[in-house]
């Protein structure tokens, strides 16, 4: 959130409660704290509180975020403090869906600074400053290093969605478009593996864009999100407003949508044959009861002709 506004915003409206004081700790000191309790006969049955090297406010802390990326926005005090309308505008402008933008927005309605330090006397290492941490988090992010995001767990419970294979017979509608090579079937994969994220949509990237932004409008995940990491995926990673739901390393990925949407859609992408004689293709799945669901279809049925076409030449292309 801190990233995404510094950067974007060269004007940033402060609420009242931004000036609350909080006390960020970089996630490698937060397990140094527990895994060093553990190893502490004297923490046993304590309680401590925690926090990183500095105590700064909201304020403080996007415009030491806004500095280490170049940027220096102009800050002025907002004459409101409706901490809804500040979540949704941070769920437009971050790749945080409004949920958890809220969620940790609410931590900021009062102070949250440790008053007991007594767990560093037990545990004397020197946490991270903020400053340190950001830039770590940023150099691991440019290295396509980071293990877990903690966006990749919204929407709630998306452990329980609806699974292909549980529909199974009754998808009720389905569109497949493929497209011969003379390149590998493992090279035309990996190129699938590639797309969203940075990467895009290729040619029609600004199309996924435009339905991302109507998805974030209403309060949706939108393609912001991008995904984890540029050149790995892995099953439940998230590619924009999409999730991995299965995969078959060089033959077969299959992704779930996570879109606000009147029905239950699948993409699936296939790679098969060999070397000089290879098949690249794509198919559209979707699941729908109500007369919404269905119009919804066919409203979009005749731009999947000119989407998945020049989607699968793009990726062949890269491949």
């Not at 409206?13 to 000036?19: G, L, N, Q, V």
């Not at 292909?164 to 003379?182: D, Q």
């Not at 790995?232 to 995969?247: A, G, K, M, S, T």
């Not at 779930?256 to 690249?280: D, N």
Request: net charge positive.
């Amino acid at each position: 959130i801190l990233c995404s506004l510094a950067r974007r915003l060269p004007l940033v409206m402060f609420p009242r409660w931004a000036k609350n004081r909080v006390q960020p700790i970089a996630t490698e000191d937060l397990v140094c704290y527990l895994a060093g309790a553990l190893g502490e006969a004297e923490t046993e049955g304590g309680s401590y509180e925690i926090g990183g090297a500095d105590a700064l406010t909201y304020k403080e802390m996007l415009l030491v975020a806004a500095r280490l990326q170049g940027r220096r926005p102009v800050s002025i005090p907002a004459p409101f403090s409706a901490m809804g309308f500040y979540a949704y505008m941070a769920s437009l402008l971050t790749p945080v869906p409004y949920g958890p933008a809220r969620a940790q927005m609410e931590g900021l309605k009062c102070e949250l600074v440790a008053q007991d330090d007594s767990i560093r006397d037990i545990l004397p290492f020197r946490p991270a400053s903020f400053k340190e941490a950001f830039l770590k988090a940023k150099a691991e992010e440019r290295q396509d290093l980071v293990d877990t995001r903690w966006t990749d767990s919204y929407p709630p419970l998306h452990e329980l969605a609806t699974r292909f294979s549980e529909v199974g017979r009754r998808i009720n509608y389905s569109t497949r478009y493929a497209l011969p090579s003379r390149k590998p079937p493992e090279a035309l994969f990996n190129s699938v593996c590639a797309v969203g994220g940075h990467t895009g949509w290729f040619r029609n990237s600004w199309m996924w864009r435009v339905r991302g932004g109507i998805d974030r409008i209403g309060k949706g995940v939108g393609t912001a999100r991008g995904r984890k990491s540029g050149s790995v995926l892995r099953v439940n990673d998230v590619i924009d407003f999409w999730r991995v739901e299965e995969i078959e390393p060089g033959r077969r990925l299959l992704l779930r949508a996570e879109m606000k949407l009147p029905g239950k859609a699948w993409l699936q992408f296939e790679a098969g044959g060999k070397a000089g004689k290879s098949l690249l293709s794509i198919a559209a799945f979707y699941y729908a009861q109500s007369f919404w669901g269905r119009a919804y279809w066919f409203f979009f049925l005749p731009f999947h002709k000119r989407i998945f076409k020049k989607l699968l030449e793009d990726i062949e292309r890269r491949a």
